[in-house]
């Protein structure tokens, strides 16, 4: 396990990620999305939602398209966004209009890292998040699928606001074949682990979904959130194996029954004592083509 990062290097990297909140670019959704995930689901209403939804058209349209990829469970396109609400539930249109703004908050220019690799990998892990709290038996699927999507926001705030010395870090870690949080750690002292958090409590964002942006690559750190950590852990170096990860080949062992977020799991679900979590990591390979058309879905925008 690494060493925390400083608390004065904490408070600087917050100080410096206060820019973003004044991003031009953040969907005018966005941030009443967020408000609205962090109410209890018998809250939020259905005319809220499509009301949400609609308010801007691109966004509507490719909601729309996003909701019918196989990944979500529709076989057809639903025609208007009340049907969509409808049919898929509140909180499974929350999470599709949630990836959308997701991909026009933060403009994919000049990125150090390839920005449709990131997504592949985002996405990817919040498929995974899914399927693996489905697997679990109980638990919040869709938060679950939040939690996947949101894991890496760091990434993103690094490539705005740090893009030099981040750029750097991205080239230490390919020459040296390393894990990113590593590479970051050792050019930048601090890695998209604290970046990721200063957004998150800068946006409000429920305290499970700050802990899993914090403490996703140490999830022992985190307290109350644990189990929802140990599992975005788990589904990120899933991913990273497969053809899921940053686009480049990390040089590292992964032993996932061997990993302390297994026991984590297992401890709070019985029920995975019967998965196979290799044949588990096989069957990613499956769902990669599909994740990669959603992706190419979210960052065609909202044109047809
Ligand atoms: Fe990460
Ligand atoms: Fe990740």
């Not at 600087?12 to 967020?34: D, G, N």
């Not at 004592?273 to 990613?284: A, I, K, P, Y």
Request: net charge negative.
């Amino acid at each position: 396990m690494s060493t925390p990062v400083a608390a004065n290097v904490i408070t600087q990297v917050r100080e410096r990620v206060k820019a973003i909140e004044t991003m031009p670019s953040i969907p005018q959704v966005f941030l009443p999305l967020l408000d609205m995930l962090n109410l209890p689901p018998d809250l939020v209403s259905l005319n809220e939602v499509v009301k949400l939804v609609s308010y801007d058209n691109t966004i509507a349209a490719q909601c729309l398209r996003v909701a019918s990829s196989p990944l979500f469970g529709l076989a057809k396109s639903p025609d208007t966004i009340k049907a969509a609400v409808i049919s898929l539930g509140l909180r499974r249109v929350q999470t599709i209009l949630l990836t959308c703004c997701m991909g026009k908050a933060f403009p994919a220019k000049d990125w150090p890292l390839d920005p449709i690799v990131f997504w592949r990998h985002s996405l990817g892990c919040a498929m995974v998040c899914r399927q693996f709290s489905e697997k679990m038996g109980g638990g919040d699927r869709e938060k679950a699928y939040m939690a996947g999507l949101m894991h890496d926001i760091g990434f993103m705030v690094n490539c705005m606001v740090f893009p030099k010395e981040f750029g750097a870090a991205v080239k230490y870690a390919l020459e040296r074949q390393i894990p990113l949080d590593v590479a970051e750690l050792a050019t930048m002292g601090f890695t998209h682990c604290e970046s990721g958090r200063a957004l998150a409590e800068l946006w409000n964002l429920s305290d499970d979904m700050i802990h899993v942006i914090a403490h996703h690559h140490n999830p022992e750190r985190s307290g109350t959130a644990q189990p929802l950590v140990a599992l975005v852990h788990l589904s990120d170096l899933l991913c990273r194996m497969r053809a899921l990860g940053y686009g480049y080949y990390e040089r590292q062992k992964v032993d996932l029954v061997e990993d302390p977020a297994w026991a984590i799991l297992l401890r709070e679900h019985r029920k995975l004592d019967g998965v196979d979590l290799v044949r588990f990591s096989f069957e990613l390979d499956e769902a990669v083509e599909g994740i990669s058309h959603l992706v190419s879905t979210i960052m065609a925008g909202g044109n047809p």
